[in-house]
């Protein structure tokens, strides 16, 4: 059930094709900020401004001669975290297999919802995305699938929401976080990324959560911290962007959207950012945590950029959806006695 968040008003818009360093994507941003809507805190606002004022970059290059991530970028895609049963072993999907499986989710939300079931956003409010030609977003193992997990870890993935107060439910839904780093959902899978020399912002539509990533060798926070996106550092290796993040909560399995169903506050993930192209950036992430997983394994997920805008995400802890589901849930439990 969804409950009293859309994309309802302009936050960032930048004009389309690729951002040129400081006068591309990150200078059109600048210039559109509108900071009544826009979730970015102070510290952001002063990168951005960085960002601008500095020396005029290479094509393609920050003044720094890093490859520039700059613009917004969408991570949309239906292809699933794990390879699906039902094609065994097979790595990718035939070109026409793709056609059917993108043909079959057109008009998927506006189907009738089953009897008792009040339905949810009709097919306008949707952006899945398409289907990658990988039957997996998992890239490592090689089966395209999660490795076993601990029994601890099991338990955390068997976690279900409950109905009896709002502490019961998902993170998601809860407007708490939706993680990072975090996988494709239904919608809002955009995000604007900005660079300066010493810090990368990644800023996710969802929620309006801000990543400040720094670039320094400054240590990770005091291991008594923990957050809902962990503790990220970066680093060039090369023309890749390298991202540690670890001391996050111990709660975060129970966030629908997190990178790593059943993961504990061991968690470190090692995320990659590559150029492809002008309009795609390989993002890679690797999870390491021996107190979920029995071994390591990474996903890969494509960004491509998109001509925007950003809206901003209406959802607050405690809004009335969160009030009606659970309204109807003792309605369902009057309903259910004798």
């Known amino acids: 059930m969804r409950h009293g968040h859309s994309r309802v008003k302009p936050a960032l818009q930048i004009a389309n094709g690729p951002a040129s360093g400081i006068d ?9 900020l509108d900071m009544r809507y826009v979730g970015f805190s102070a510290v952001t606002a002063v990168l951005l ?54 043909a079959a989710n057109v008009g ?35 089966d395209g699938r999660l490795p076993s997990r601990t029994p601890e870890g099991d338990i955390r993935a ?9 502490s019961d439910r998902n993170l998601s839904e809860r407007c708490l976080t939706r993680g990072a780093p975090k996988r494709p959902g239904g919608y809002n899978n955009n995000y604007l990324i900005l660079q300066t020399d010493g810090h990368v912002v990644i800023y996710q539509e969802m929620i309006n959560e801000a990543r400040i990533i720094p670039l320094d060798e400054r240590p990770h926070v005091d291991d008594r911290i923990r957050l809902w996106m962990g503790d990220a550092r970066g680093h060039w290796d090369g023309d890749t962007l390298v991202v540690e993040t670890r001391r996050f909560r111990d709660d975060i399995y129970q966030n629908g959207f997190n990178c790593c169903p059943g993961a504990s506050g061991a968690l470190t993930t090692t995320e990659r950012f590559s150029r492809v192209d002008g309009d795609t950036i390989e993002h890679r992430y690797t999870v390491d945590d021996p ?31 969160m009030e009606n589901l ?7 439990e009057r309903a259910a006695q004798p």
């Open 108 to 142: 998927r939300a506006d189907r009738e919802p089953a009897a008792g079931d009040p339905g949810s956003y009709n097919e306008f409010w949707w952006e899945r995305g398409t289907s990658l030609a990988r039957t997996s977003l998992v890239v490592d193992p090689d």
């Open 326 to 332: 659970l309204r109807g849930a003792r309605v369902q």
């Open 24 to 32: 591309g994507g990150a200078v059109r941003a600048y210039r559109a």
């Open 158 to 166: 068997a976690w279900a929401r409950g109905t009896d107060s709002w």
């Open 49 to 102: 401004h960085a960002a601008v004022a500095g020396a005029q970059p290479a094509p393609g290059r920050t003044p720094a001669g890093h490859p520039d991530l700059q613009g917004l970028w969408t991570n949309s895609t239906t292809t699933p975290l794990e390879r699906p049963d039902s094609v065994a072993d097979r790595k990718t999907y035939s070109d026409e297999e793709v056609a059917a499986i993108d």
């Open 291 to 321: 107190e979920s997983y029995t071994r390591t394994w990474t996903a890969s997920i494509p960004m491509r950029r998109f001509a925007g805008p950003l809206f901003e995400y209406a959802c607050h802890e405690g809004n009335y959806g």
